[in-house]
Every structure is written in structure tokens, then in C-alpha cells.
């Protein structure tokens, strides 16, 4: 499986020369979908084809102190119908964010919970202004956020998305409460993942970021 619910996955523009393209964070189911023809181009559904690799990203993908630094090389590929050029980036990430989605996951559970973002930011080991800038965009983003999960928790499990226990309000707590119900709705229809990387996957990398498009449920 290529993304969580489509072999073609989510996908945002790069200033016009390529897309992002939201993929399975195995490298090796990845290559493997590749080279067989089974990752469509989400423009116009054709097979994409391999075409060498993308720039080489830093991503710090693990809390705590010290954090851990790797390097990734996205593949790139390119559509066979239409032409499209495509840098397939693993779910763990988020455009324009050097830390992994789940360490930024961690970040707004722990606010919504209503710690201090310094706190958070000592717990993670990241600077303080880093863990600021995110829940600053969350915050602004917190009804998209929450409106976005809610209605695929809704088209995953309907009877699960208007159960009890949803969070009073809007702010936050309640986006984050949203991507939880929507995560719980996914484990039990399609199996366990991790809570993050299908945040990653249904916002096309672009959970904290108001230009990419997000994926709306069919």
C-alpha cells in the first residue's frame, strides 16, 4: 500500500515543476510498487515511472535529547500519461518541516493536554521557537484541521466518527481529538498504523501548511 487509502496517494504542487507525491514510508514497498507500474499519478491516473532520485532532505525523526538527524533521498518518477513529474515523499514527513510528522504529532497532543510549549519543546529536544511555530499554524488551522478529520472518521466508520466522548468546542483539543477519532476509524477498517502518518497522508504532507491542497474523502 502505497498511502493509506489509494494506490495513487496525495500529492501537492512545488512551484509548478513537479508534485509531491505522499507515499508508504518502507523504501522497499515503495520501489517495489514503483518498478511494477502500481503508483498512479493522482492527475490523471496513469502508471508512474522511476526516474532517479530527488535531493538529498534532512529529516529529525525521533524526541528527546539528543534528537535523532537522518538524511533521505526521495525517488522521483515520472507519469507515463500526462507527463507529470513526482517526488515521492514518505508519510513520516511534512512539506517544509525538517521534523518527522510524528514528532510533531507528539507536540500538539501534549498542548492540547495543555502544556507549555517550552516543556514540550525540552521533552523533544527541539528549540522552544520551533515547537512555538507549530502550534502557532495548528491553532490557525485548528477548525480546518478538525472539520478535515471528522468527515474521514465519518467516511471510515460513520457509527464510530458521531460517538461519545468527541471534545466540547474548537480550538486544538478538538483537531487533535478529530485526527484520534479519524485514526481509530482507519485502524479498525484498514488496519493498525501509525496516528501521524495518516495525518500525513490525508493532508498530502501539508497538516501544518495552508497551500497544498488537502485530500478530501471521496
Same mark, same amino acid.
Given at each position: 500500500?502505497?498511502s493509506w487509502?489509494?494506490p495513487?496517494?496525495s500529492?501537492?504542487?512545488?512551484?509548478g515543476?513537479s508534485?509531491l507525491?505522499?507515499?508508504a514510508?518502507?523504501?522497499?514497498?515503495?520501489?517495489?510498487?514503483l518498478?511494477a507500474g502500481?503508483?498512479?499519478?493522482?492527475?490523471?491516473g496513469s502508471?508512474?515511472?522511476?526516474?532517479?532520485?530527488?535531493?538529498?532532505?534532512?529529516?529529525?525523526?525521533?524526541?528527546g535529547?539528543?534528537?535523532?538527524?537522518?538524511?533521505?533521498?526521495?525517488?522521483r518518477a515520472?507519469?507515463?500519461?500526462c507527463?507529470l513529474?513526482h517526488?515521492?515523499?514518505?508519510?513520516?514527513? @511534512?512539506?517544509?518541516?525538517? %521534523? !518527522?510528522v510524528?514528532?510533531?504529532? =507528539?507536540a500538539? &497532543?501534549?498542548a492540547?493536554? $495543555?502544556?507549555?510549549?517550552?516543556?514540550i519543546a525540552?521533552?523533544?529536544?527541539?528549540?522552544a521557537?520551533?515547537?512555538r511555530?507549530?502550534?502557532?499554524?495548528?491553532r490557525?488551522?485548528?477548525?480546518?484541521i478538525?472539520e478535515?478529520?471528522?468527515?474521514?472518521?465519518?467516511e471510515?466508520?460513520?457509527?464510530?466518527?458521531?460517538?461519545?466522548g468527541?471534545?466540547?468546542?474548537?480550538? @486544538?483539543?478538538?483537531?487533535? %481529538? !478529530?485526527?484520534?477519532?479519524c485514526? =481509530?476509524?482507519? &485502524?479498525?477498517?484498514?488496519? $493498525?498504523r501509525?496516528?501521524?502518518?495518516?495525518?500525513?497522508?490525508l493532508?498530502?504532507?501539508?497538516l501544518?501548511?495552508t497551500?497544498?491542497?488537502w485530500?478530501?474523502?471521496p
Open positions: 500500500m502505497c487509502l489509494s495513487g496517494g500529492c501537492w504542487s512545488d512551484a515543476a508534485t507525491l505522499i507515499v514510508a518502507d523504501p522497499d514497498v515503495v520501489e517495489g510498487r518498478m502500481l503508483l498512479a499519478c493522482p492527475g490523471c502508471p508512474v515511472a522511476p526516474r532517479g532520485h530527488a535531493r538529498l532532505r534532512p529529516v529529525r525523526i525521533a524526541g535529547c539528543p534528537p535523532v538527524l537522518v538524511w533521505l533521498r526521495p525517488r515520472w507519469c507515463r500519461g507527463g513529474w517526488v515521492l515523499l514518505p508519510c513520516v514527513c @511534512l512539506c517544509r518541516r525538517l %521534523d !518527522a510524528e514528532v510533531i504529532g =507528539r500538539l &497532543v501534549a492540547a493536554a $495543555g502544556s507549555d510549549f517550552r516543556v525540552e521533552e523533544l529536544g527541539v528549540p521557537s520551533t515547537v511555530g507549530w502550534l502557532r499554524r495548528a490557525a488551522l485548528a477548525e480546518r478538525r478535515h478529520f471528522v468527515l474521514w472518521a465519518f471510515l466508520d460513520r457509527d464510530l466518527a458521531v460517538g461519545g468527541v471534545v466540547d468546542g474548537g480550538g @486544538l483539543a478538538a483537531a487533535v %481529538d !478529530a485526527v484520534g477519532r485514526a =481509530r476509524a482507519a &485502524v479498525l477498517r484498514l488496519g $493498525g501509525p496516528v501521524w502518518e495518516l495525518a500525513s497522508s493532508t498530502g504532507g501539508g501544518l501548511c497551500s497544498v491542497p485530500r478530501e474523502p
